[in-house]
């Protein structure tokens, strides 16, 4: 620009001085001329005023002048025919074509045949009837004509030198802002803005300075705030723990989270590729097809890499990652666990209504009985006994689930210092009849020990654990209790010689309701081992269960108090 601009105005400046040259010398040309013809006819008023004063012979009047002048005299006769001449010695020549004699009067420039310089030439009759020609050098004029052009030129060439250094002066004066523009849109560029200082010799550029600083200002704010923004947004995007992903109309990838980048092994090298590139899933890429082209949303499940997916394709008018536009929205959610909770529960509300509906049946029916008198005298005690060991048994179930919400919602603990041996005790105690009834030997090894806990829990862990050991034992069996500490873990265990659990359902008698023999009269709720378990985690525990059929089982609770 700086160039472009000292070039143009030197261009400017030389053209102008051109023209001035070109009408100056035109205006000197015709000047001199004038000069020229005035000056020649000076000189032939004088030599004709000499002439008519002069009374010698034309030779002497000729002689009269001094040659040095440079002047040359013709006298011709009324013919045009030489009669004498200052420069050339010889006469009678025919010069009456020539154009000053022609047109007496006139000024005529030519080089002289005669003495080979260029001449002015005019011509006026004399009195007596002869003509007089008077003739001067131009070389005396063209001299100063070139004189003049040279002094023109010298003075152009000063001017010109003189207007160049100012406009480079001038040029670093307009220009220096301008570089500090572009050093300082460069920084706002590279994110760090910074202010131009005012020190341009104009008033009216510092003003333009000053309002590109404030824009400048105005636009690093808006940049910082949308650097924000945008990291805000990824962050939320990244923690949303979902996959986020947007395709273009033409299924280009134009933008995905952490999540969809973990799910699909996806890299910066993903983006503006096709789904099909990174996405091996049939029902999903045919998903983003449909929704490209029905603008309907679509939401299913599909199974990856052992996980269940939740997957919810939406069509969305959004811009994606440079300027490109999304039509495609893909959440993809791991709902393993939520779906296998839910499972759960709904296998929950339904084992628990089969549960209490037998024994409420049982209790209708024999209420139904009794309605439409169908029983005998002798029968009233068993079935009010009957009725009483249903009830129990659905006290039972409703104390277990209770227990068992409890322990999911870990709110209401009332923990405090316990003697673990002195709850143990009391268990046993509760149980005596029990085991009396069954003439089962008992043996009982425990330290004394005092733990931060629910005492309902520990009372409920003992009583479950030893209750099965007596259920599912027969008669006469022994039963070893162990309650010890080590580490900073008390151990509690219970080892019968009973039925034993065969291998193939060790691991699932932990869940609710489940029983191996459903038929079992004096089974219990089927939630005994679950709410073990749930109290285990709830003191970050954990369960250890040995068992062989009918060789007996011991179940060993590592709890963490
Ligand atoms: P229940 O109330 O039926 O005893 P639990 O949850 O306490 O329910 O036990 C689940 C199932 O595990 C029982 O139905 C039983 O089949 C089996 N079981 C539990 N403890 C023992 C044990 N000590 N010996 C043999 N089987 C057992």
Redesign the pocket.
């Known amino acids: 620009m700086r160039k472009q601009l000292i070039r143009k105005n030197l261009m400017l400046v030389i053209g102008t001085f051109l023209v001035f040259f070109l009408v100056a010398l035109i205006t000197i040309y015709f000047y001199w001329q004038e000069q020229s013809k005035t000056l020649v006819s000076y000189v032939l008023s004088e030599v004709e005023v000499e002439y008519e004063q002069f009374d010698g012979s034309l030779e002497d009047f000729i002689l009269n002048f001094d040659t040095d002048t440079g002047r040359r005299i013709t006298i011709l006769d009324e013919n045009g025919i030489v009669l004498i001449d200052s420069d050339d010695p010889r006469t009678g020549q025919d010069k009456s074509q020539r154009p000053e004699i022609k047109n007496l009067g006139s000024v005529a420039t030519r080089t002289s045949e005669t003495v080979g310089v260029e001449l002015l030439y005019m011509a006026t009759e004399l009195d007596d009837g002869n003509i007089l020609r008077v003739a001067i050098p131009l070389q005396a004029q063209a001299k100063l004509y070139s004189t003049i052009l040279w002094i023109y030129i010298g003075i152009t060439i000063l001017l010109i030198g003189v207007y160049y250094a100012g406009l480079i002066r001038i040029n670093q004066n307009l220009l220096a802002p301008w570089e500090k523009v572009k050093v300082g849109l460069q920084n706002l560029a590279s994110g760090n803005y910074q202010m131009m200082a005012l020190t341009s010799p104009y008033p009216e550029i510092n003003e333009l300075l000053n309002e590109m600083n404030q824009i400048n200002l105005e636009t690093d704010q808006h940049l910082r705030s949308i650097e924000t923004y945008q990291i805000q947004l990824k962050e939320i995007l990244n923690e949303l723990k979902q996959a986020v992903m947007l395709f273009d109309e033409k299924e280009m990838l134009v933008y995905f989270n952490t999540d969809a980048a973990s799910y699909f092994s996806l890299s910066d090298d993903a983006y503006d590729k096709p789904s099909y590139y990174m996405i091996r899933d049939i029902d999903l890429k045919q998903a983003i097809h449909d929704v490209n082209e029905d603008h309907q949303n679509r939401v299913f499940d599909f199974k990856h890499e052992g996980k269940l997916l939740e997957v919810k394709v939406f069509h969305v008018n959004a811009e994606g990652r440079n300027r490109s536009h999304a039509t495609v929205l893909v959440l993809i959610k791991d709902v393993t666990h939520d779906r296998a909770i839910e499972q759960i529960k709904k296998d929950f509300f339904s084992h628990a209504s089969h549960e209490l509906k037998s024994p409420l049946t049982a209790i209708r029916g024999y209420a139904e009985l009794i309605e439409h008198g169908l029983i005998k005298e002798n029968e009233y005690q068993k079935i009010a006994h009957d009725i009483v060991l249903q009830s129990e048994t659905m006290t039972a179930l409703v104390e277990d689930m209770l227990m068992l919400s409890r322990l999911e919602n870990l709110k209401e603990s009332n923990e405090t210092k316990v003697m673990l041996n002195q709850v143990l005790e009391t268990v046993i105690h509760q149980l005596k009849p029990i085991i009396d009834s069954k003439n089962m030997k008992l043996s009982v090894k425990a330290q004394p020990i005092e733990a931060l806990c629910d005492p309902v829990d520990m009372q409920k862990l003992f009583k ?1 654990l030893i209750e ?2 007596i ?2 034992s027969d008669a006469e069996k022994k039963i070893e209790i162990n309650l010890s500490r080590t580490n900073d873990k008390v151990h509690f265990s219970v080892k ?1 010689q ?4 065969a291998e193939e ?1 060790q691991q699932r ?1 932990f869940e609710r309701f ?4 459903k038929g079992r009269l004096d ?8 709410i073990v378990k749930h109290i285990s985690l709830k003191y970050h525990g954990s369960i250890d269960l040995k ?1 062989s059929l009918s060789r007996g ?1 011991t ?1 060993t609770v590592k709890l963490d108090l």
């Open positions: 479950n099965n050991a259920k599912y019968d009973g039925i034993g659990i359902h008698v489940y029983r191996v023999d089974g219990g709720t089927g939630l005994g081992l679950a068992s089982t179940i």
